[in-house]
């Protein structure tokens, strides 16, 4: 099983930290990393519609919002600190083919769309600082891929160390920015409390919700933590799993404050003064010099965007390098990797810009919330289905409280974004000059996103109720064996597949070889995960798979059978062969009615390559 981020996995040593305060500073940085995600140039554009039109009205959705994320972060990072997989690896071991590369795909545009962002925002801020023309500076922002690299082979505590100065160099700019403004603490408070002005106000909401939780730093989190070398036993897990909750307690609070500045500057400049249709950045940064009386508020605000765009453009970039690791286990050299990100985010702005002129950014930006909304349920819900995994877990799942709050807030952030993504589209439909177009495009692929939201979400639980009803209970099996009688074998191999084949199976066993001969039970695990990674894998099905031929074993050996097992990973018709083929079996006893591979196996040709391949008698059983 190849390692996430391998270049920097469990490069930072916790161990050996003299005090506790040296212990927790080892453990904070991946969580820096992600906040930038939270405070990106696509949150800037909601967060000064938010203010400019409603005032302070809508900061209780910005707190709200950070409440979400920080539960979600928490997930992403207990799934990467306790099973050592980050999100896409998880669920490629989950899914199927079919369905990963669809996830693939999808996490891929999130990500392109996220970058494209990332780019408008950090090229606007140098366009705003420099005067330079806003395409030129889209392709100034090619330099911050060799950035990335370099930094990344100082080691990750140095871009941690390089994103930490960035978000100190925003917090900084919006704490004078806050100065200027002097906004009115009382309504500052008065705007914590829960209200909804109107129904424009409910869609600028939907709006920062939907750009505060970014599908990718869900996989970048449960990757990043990883970085991470500790004492992998039950109190050390305990310990990084508490360290990291702070870690991202401390930085999303953060990115809290400086989303909450934005909409505040927003607020007490634009609002204050009847100015409400205040969205886009460039309009801000023109309006804040003769709105607060001083050259230096806009010249804060462009370097505060830089940096947002330029700290969030690098965790995107790793983003994108985990989820195609993760998902297609395909490693390419990191900087062809990252200048590919970046080409798609950097072409798309390029022609648009080139054919629309400056003025379609903020459409872009807000485009670009459109296409992470659509993405943010299939990254959410198997994230929660993993850390609610007993087995897959190892004792360490969330508890039911915590299932039902993350199931609530996956709710409400999935049903907002589809509304979001339902009211663009039918935006679309009435301004279109060609809706026909639209209506065999984006509507089927609409619902075929619909579609395959619904089977994320109910999959797992069909799965668990399937591999209930399938797995035949150890206890169940009635031995019918006589002491009477010759028995000519002396070492058996019995396929079992805990169905009730199983039973049947086991006797005909007996019945060749008696209390004296050897008893080799044999299961193959058939998961994607366990054709991946063999014996590395640890999923449910396998873990599962793993008790119940332990059970089989022990209560065939309390009847006084010698037995042992043994545990295959794969296809069944390659894998029984191996199994086979190195041992010194007399005969192969097989049942019939079963599992899905053993019942692919012995159904059409598959059973006759099976026997053309090893080299002892297939005794087949029929149910």
């Not at 160099?169 to 409390?193: D, H, R, T």
């Not at 330029?310 to 900087?335: D, F, H, K």
């Not at 984006?442 to 069909?462: D, N, Q, R, T």
Request: glycine fraction near 6%; charged fraction near 15%.
């Amino acid at each position: 099983m190849s390692k996430s981020l391998e270049e920097v996995n469990q490069s930072v040593s916790t161990q050996n930290k003299k005090t506790v305060f040296r212990k927790i500073l080892a453990f904070f940085g991946p969580a820096y990393l992600i906040s930038v995600g939270y405070m990106d140039p696509g949150n800037w554009a909601t967060d000064i519609a938010g203010g400019s039109q409603f005032g302070y009205a809508l900061l209780w959705v910005l707190l709200m919002s950070n409440m979400m994320a920080l539960l979600l972060q928490s997930l992403s990072a207990r799934l990467g600190i306790v099973t050592q997989r980050d999100l896409a690896q998880a669920s490629r071991e989950t899914y199927s083919k079919f369905i990963n590369y669809i996830l693939y795909f999808l996490a891929e545009i999130a990500i392109a769309a996220c970058d494209l962002a990332e780019v408008l925002g950090m090229a606007i801020g140098i366009n705003l600082l420099f005067d330079i023309p806003l395409i030129d500076a889209v392709m100034i922002t090619v330099l911050d891929t060799f950035l990335l690299l370099f930094l990344i082979n100082k080691g990750i505590r140095k871009m941690e160390a390089f994103i930490i100065v960035l978000v100190v160099i925003i917090g900084i700019s919006f704490i004078f920015e806050m100065i200027f403004a002097q906004p009115e603490m009382g309504k500052v408070v008065y705007g914590l409390i829960p209200s909804m002005p109107n129904s424009a106000a409910l869609y600028i909401a939907i709006g920062i919700i939907g750009a505060t939780v970014m599908p990718h730093n869900l996989y970048l989190h449960s990757s990043l933590v990883q970085t991470r070398k500790f004492d992998r036993s039950v109190v050390g897990i305990k310990q990084a799993l508490k360290y990291n909750f702070i870690d991202s307690t401390i930085a999303l609070n953060l990115a809290f404050f400086v989303n909450a500045a934005i909409l505040i500057l927003a607020a007490a400049t634009f609002y204050k003064n009847g100015m409400y249709e205040v969205a886009e950045i460039q309009d801000a940064h023109q309006f804040l010099a003769p709105l607060l009386g001083t050259q230096w508020a806009p010249i804060l605000f462009a370097v505060a965007l830089i940096a947002a765009g330029q700290s969030s453009t690098i965790t995107g970039t790793l983003a994108g390098q985990i989820v195609m690791e993760g998902y297609l286990n395909l490693r390419i050299q990191p900087w062809v990797r990252r200048i590919i990100t970046r080409l798609i985010a950097i072409v798309p702005a390029v022609i648009v810009i080139s054919i629309f002129g400056e003025s379609v950014t903020g459409k872009m930006l807000i485009l670009s919330q459109v296409i992470l909304s659509l993405q943010l349920g299939f990254a959410i819900i198997p994230l929660i289905h993993f850390v609610s995994d007993k087995s897959k877990m190892r004792g360490f799942h969330i508890s039911k409280t915590t299932q039902i709050a993350s199931w609530i807030v996956a709710s409400i952030i999935v049903s907002l974004n589809v509304k979001l993504v339902y009211n663009e589209i039918v935006g679309w439909l009435e301004t279109s000059q060609n809706p026909t177009f639209l209506w065999f495009t984006v509507v089927p692929l609409s619902f075929g996103f619909l579609i395959l939201l619904l089977y994320i979400v109910f999959k797992p639980f069909v799965t668990k109720a399937k591999m209930e009803i399938q797995n035949h209970s150890p206890h169940n099996l009635k031995l019918q064996f006589s002491k009477t009688g010759s028995y000519t074998k002396k070492n058996i191999a019995i396929s079992v597949d805990f169905s009730n084949a199983d039973e049947i199976a086991i006797n005909s066993a007996f019945e060749l070889g008696g209390i004296e001969a050897k008893y080799t039970l044999i299961h193959v695990v058939e998961t994607v995960g366990a054709m991946v990674y063999g014996e590395n894998i640890e999923d449910q099905e396998t873990l599962i798979d793993a008790n119940l031929l332990k059970e089989y074993k022990e209560i065939l050996s309390q009847k006084g059978f010698k037995v042992k097992t043994k545990l295959g990973y794969g296809k069944p018709n390659n894998v029984i062969p191996e199994i086979i083929n190195t041992g010194n079996f007399d005969v192969l006893v097989m049942g019939t009615h079963g599992h899905t591979g053993i019942k692919d196996l012995l159904f059409g040709t598959t059973v006759d390559k099976l026997r053309h391949k090893i080299s002892i008698p297939l005794f087949i059983v029929k149910n």
